[in-house]
């Protein structure tokens, strides 16, 4: 790569996870607590303290990944944190910003050393886009009043080794660094801190953290399926669900590139800018409910409606990079269905569930024309007589299309993308050649036309000013005070048709998500 932050090329093998100091649910070492045992600096041997947090698993003479405090004898009572490759004479791959730490306690004893710590680790993995936002909104609460500090260190401590492995790790290290790594951020202890995480931070914060971490994985992933290895990325990356105060929210992050491809055509798929612009995105995805519960004299009402659902598609790389080395920042994917199914986990209690959206039954106007001319011409023997009748079919078709259905004890909201031109659905069809040339069909210039089914970032916000529906479920009584669990079950398609880029290649990818959304019956 040819640029800051995809400046490293990567090289890659499957290998099995390291294990070492093991967490309850996690093998990455527990950094923070080796880190609050060790002895003040009085009684330090030496100026550097070290853990290993990666080892390689096929040789014992290949360098480690160490994590090293060190003393900084240039300011008196400051110590320095980094990642160093353990060779012969050590590669520093990341150091802190100095922190003051008082000689006769503990490491990190005062609470703005914590806190500068953690915020100069997530400030640093942040900055590794190179889209540069500002990160003045980060503000941490006091780390005392931060739950489980233990956990939410160690993860930062995972996320910056991984991305750091990614960019800077030395050739015949980063492979098993990486893999490792990887490993331990698929745990459950991983990925529920991480969701603890991003309610600390902010969703601003947020935002740009998946970006950073997603850019990531992409350029992991790129170079994997570069060597001909295939590793199938857990789709989405990222998710989380929000249940309370009446509210069901879910939020998700993808990169474009660990989408599964539900179908493409061969036209294109060697075009090395398309598949730049393409590849360096990511899908972000929100879906807000809004639910009431009411009590009745023999049943329980349980309302759930639709607040927001927002999908957009966002660049990983800046317009610079994207222009450079991709097709323009216009070739990218765009939403074009959303399916939600809501189930209760627990149905012993469950006596119905109702929609209230009828089926889509749209207004067909028809109008018949005829007009007969009739012309006659002196010299010409034959008299001319022209008939003719037409008959227009006008159909009122919004691009969007909206289906509510019950499967069960299940409710579906489905969003359906449709061409303007034929009516067809989007995901499940391709425009013809013919199509793709015309310079005025619907998909081209999507983003700027007046006409446009998306907004001018390219995303969708389905509101409930328009897509306002619910679906009720009654429940027997017997559950009042109980806490009901929904399955949330969705999928988004992104497909791509060109917008002003001149090749035939189209593609549909999908990803699927899973969450599950809490109400207490009372």
């Keep these: 790569m040819q640029h800051a932050s995809l400046s490293k090329k990567l090289h890659f093998k499957l290998v099995q996870p390291y294990k070492s100091l093991k967490m309850a649910t996690s093998s990455f070492p527990n950094i923070w607590e080796w880190i ?20 390689s698993s096929t040789s014992s003479q290949q360098p480690s990944l160490e994590l090293s405090i060190s003393k900084t004898l240039t300011l008196p009572s400051s110590i320095t944190i980094s990642i160093l490759a353990n060779y012969n004479l050590p590669i520093s791959l990341w150091t802190s910003k100095p922190l003051k730490s008082n000689t006769n306690t503990t490491l990190l004893h005062e609470q703005v050393t914590i806190s500068k710590l953690l915020t100069n680790i997530i400030k640093d993995i942040l900055n590794y886009t190179p889209i540069k936002l500002s990160n003045d909104f980060l503000n941490l609460p006091q780390p005392n009043s931060i739950p489980n500090l233990k956990d939410i260190a160690n993860f930062l401590f995972l996320a910056l080794a991984f991305i750091v492995s990614i960019y800077e790790a030395p050739q015949d290290i980063r492979c098993d660094c990486i893999n490792t790594f990887k490993d331990h951020f698929a745990c459950s202890w991983a990925r529920e801190t991480s969701k603890r995480l991003m309610r600390l931070i902010g969703s601003n914060a947020e935002e740009q953290w998946m970006r950073s971490m997603n850019l990531a994985i992409t350029n992991w992933l790129i170079e994997l399926r570069a ?38 055509n061969n036209n294109g798929q ?75 986990t627990m149905q012993t209690n469950v006596i119905s569930v109702s929609v209230s959206r009828s089926s889509e039954n749209p207004i067909r106007e028809i109008g018949v024309e005829r007009s007969i001319e009739g012309s006659f011409e002196p010299p010409n023997p034959h008299i001319g007589i022209s008939v003719s009748a037409g008959e227009t079919v006008t159909t009122n078709l919004k691009p969007w299309k909206f289906e509510q259905s019950v499967y069960g004890n299940s409710a579906t909201f489905n969003w359906f993308l449709h061409d303007s031109i034929n009516g067809r659905e989007v995901f499940s069809s391709k425009p013809s050649k013919c199509a793709l040339l015309k310079p005025k069909a619907w998909f081209r210039n999507r983003y700027s036309s007046a006409y446009r089914p998306f907004t001018r970032q390219g995303g969708v916000v389905f509101a409930r000013d328009e897509y306002g529906e619910s679906v009720l479920w009654k429940v027997g009584r017997d559950a009042v005070g109980s806490t009901m669990e929904w399955e949330a079950k969705g999928w988004i398609w992104l497909t791509y048709w060109p917008n002003k880029y001149k090749t035939f290649y189209t593609e549909t990818r999908r990803l699927e998500f899973r969450e599950i959304l809490r109400l207490t019956l009372a």
């Design 270 to 344: 060697d075009d090395q800018k398309l598949g730049f612009s393409l590849n360096y995105h990511q899908v972000e995805g929100v879906i807000q409910l809004d639910y009431q519960v009411t009590v009745r004299e023999k049943w329980i009402d349980v309302l759930v409606s639709i607040d927001n659902v927002r999908c957009d598609v966002i660049r990983l790389v800046n317009e610079t990079l994207m222009k450079e080395r991709g097709a323009g920042i216009g070739e990218k994917h765009f939403p074009s269905r959303i399916s939600l199914h809501l189930t209760p």
């Design 227 to 264: 060597m001909n290895h295939v590793l199938k990325a857990p789709s989405p990356m990222y998710s989380l669900a929000i249940s309370g105060l009446g509210l069901w929210k879910i939020q998700l992050y993808c990169p474009v590139i660990a989408m599964e491809i539900e179908k493409c």
């Design 36 to 55: 609050q045992n060790l002895p003040p600096q009085t009684q330090w041997q030496t100026n550097t303290k070290s853990i290993s947090i990666c080892s």
